[in-house]
């Protein structure tokens, strides 16, 4: 077996730092008219096609000023540096941005635990690998983890990085993938993953992020979504994904 694990509100809460600067973002570009809500953000990662957080601080933009009556073709936009608003939010000047304030969903204790059972893993994240590399290698000290980033390729619900994953962590392999994450667009994956290699089993685990756990009907309604778009379960938290839980699913 092998698990590959999305990042962001997977192994890391990133409801006070990506999405601050999102909705940091969307309140510049939008003259501080409009600051999305979590549940706005949820209510568009639903839709499956926003998992960069820049592009989609770009579509809540560009969808605020066409309920304002415009229409984004003639909204003079500039990409590139709402990309670099973000990162000053984000990233900071130094590393010192909103990334240094994220807490931890996972310890090192627990990738021990999947090694000591033989259980290959990696990651698959839509985060610039700068981002990743700096919780995976500098915030829990993981030697060298294989990780498909934002620049190695096409981002999610493409399989693509799943699949490169999977071949670095065990070539030629047919035993089961689990892949866990928080979005529905993460659920697609594993889907698209099917479709192209149906001789693979293939697992989607759904993770409910942090900031949707503290009210139980935005709870159910999450997980609802998730089990929808094909989860084969809905965890609280990833350490609930261990060794002993993933020999249960593959025998169900």
């Not at 990334?99 to 033989?118: K, M, N």
Request: with cysteine; proline share 6%; charged share 20%.
């Amino acid at each position: 077996m092998m698990i590959i694990f999305d990042i962001d509100g997977v192994i890391r809460d990133v409801g006070q730092s990506y999405r601050r600067a999102l909705a940091d973002t969307v309140e510049h570009y939008t003259n501080n008219n409009y600051r999305p809500t979590n549940n706005d953000i949820d209510d568009l990662k639903s839709e499956g096609i926003w998992n960069n957080d820049w592009e989609a601080s770009q579509e809540l933009i560009y969808r605020y000023y066409e309920g304002q009556g415009g229409d984004r073709l003639s909204l003079d936009l500039d990409y590139p540096a709402l990309v670099d608003f973000f990162q000053s939010r984000y990233r900071g000047q130094n590393w010192d941005g909103y990334i240094t304030t994220e807490p931890l969903l996972v310890t090192p204790d627990y990738f021990d635990s999947l090694t000591a059972a033989g259980i290959a893993w990696g990651f698959f994240s839509g985060a610039t690998r700068g981002s990743a590399e700096y919780v995976l290698k500098h915030r829990l000290g993981l030697n060298d983890p294989v990780l498909f980033a934002m620049e190695d390729g096409p981002g999610k619900p493409d399989p693509t990085g799943l699949f490169q994953v999977m071949e670095i962590l065990d070539p030629g392999s047919n035993t089961p993938v689990f892949y866990a994450g928080d979005t529905v667009g993460d659920m697609h994956t594993v889907n698209h993953a099917r479709q192209d290699r149906e001789e693979r089993p293939f697992l989607a685990i759904g993770i409910l992020p942090p900031h949707v756990q503290g009210d139980p009907t935005r709870q159910t309604q999450y997980s609802d979504q998730l089990i929808a778009s094909g989860a084969a379960c809905v965890l609280p938290r990833i350490t609930d994904l261990t060794p002993a839980y993933c020999e249960t699913l593959v025998g169900v």
